[in-house]
T-cell receptor, first 110, second 112 residues
Framework: GDSVTQMEGPVTLSEEAFLTINCTYT??????LFWYVQYPGEGLQLLLK?????DKGSNKGFEATYRKETTSFHLEKGSVQVSDSAVYFC?????????FGTGTSLTVIP | DTAVSQTPKYLVTQMGNDKSIKCEQN?????MYWYKQDSKKFLKIMFS???????INETVPNRFSPKSPDKAHLNLHINSLELGDSAVYFC???????????FGEGSRLTVL
């Protein structure tokens, strides 16, 4: 069946450091891929998405590219800020079924 | 206007009680979900309703029952609450074609 595997945390970075959170997936069809972010005490909100191979999703300085050959959708940001501290979830959607990774907690210290 | 709203936001109750959490979405979406998030932030799908029909029913205890009076509402009723039911419960909805899920802010349930 479909599944998502993402890098375990927690991840602690200094402000302005480079961020990568790895995500790989298994899917039988042609899924859409997402990164969701959950700030403390809040629900999940969409950060970015890609609907087909080689698409790049981007938002708020974050980027991820849908790589079919490596079944990956790694999240990157060139320079993190304290306000990026949150839990990040990789997810895939296939025929209205959603599969989430286990979440990666990111803490950015000044 | 909040797109997906849940009530109550916090719920503290005793073991053995019955409680409900309500969810409403004003996005015109056809499909709604309930997720359970444990203390380690792991998200588990519980139920999904599409046009008032149950289309996913994961292996949750039958003490949990979803109720959808119309496609804008999906309520969660829990009977005979247990300590292990303590978690944050999230409602979500999707239009389907974009694939994006919209989440509510969560309902934190604490069973004492």
């Amino acid at each position: 069946g479909d599944s998502v595997t993402q890098m375990e945390g927690p991840v602690t970075l200094s402000e302005e450091a480079f961020l990568t959170i790895n995500c790989t997936y298994t899917a039988t069809g042609y899924p859409s891929l997402f990164w969701y972010v959950q700030y403390p005490g809040e629900g999940l909100q969409l950060l970015l998405k890609a609907t087909k191979a080689d698409d790049k999703g981007s938002n708020k300085g974050f980027e991820a590219t849908y790589r079919k050959e490596t079944t990956s959708f790694h999240l990157e940001k060139g320079s993190v800020q304290v306000s990026d501290s949150a839990v990040y979830f990789c997810a895939l959607s296939d025929r209205n079924q959603f599969y989430f990774g286990t979440g990666t907690s990111l803490t950015v210290i000044p | 206007d909040t797109a997906v709203s849940q009530t109550p936001k916090y719920l503290v109750t005793q073991m053995g009680n019955d409680k409900s959490i309500k969810c409403e979405q004003n996005l015109g979406h056809d499909t709604m979900y309930w997720y359970k998030q444990d203390s380690k932030k792991f998200l588990k799908i519980m139920f999904s309703y599409n046009n008032k029909e149950l289309i996913i029913n994961e292996t949750v205890p039958n003490r949990f029952s979803p109720k959808s009076p119309d496609k804008a509402h999906l309520n969660l009723h829990i009977n005979s609450l247990e300590l292990g039911d303590s978690a944050v419960y999230f409602c979500a909805s999707t239009a389907g074609n974009t694939g994006e899920l919209f989440f509510g802010e969560g309902s934190r349930l604490t069973v004492l």
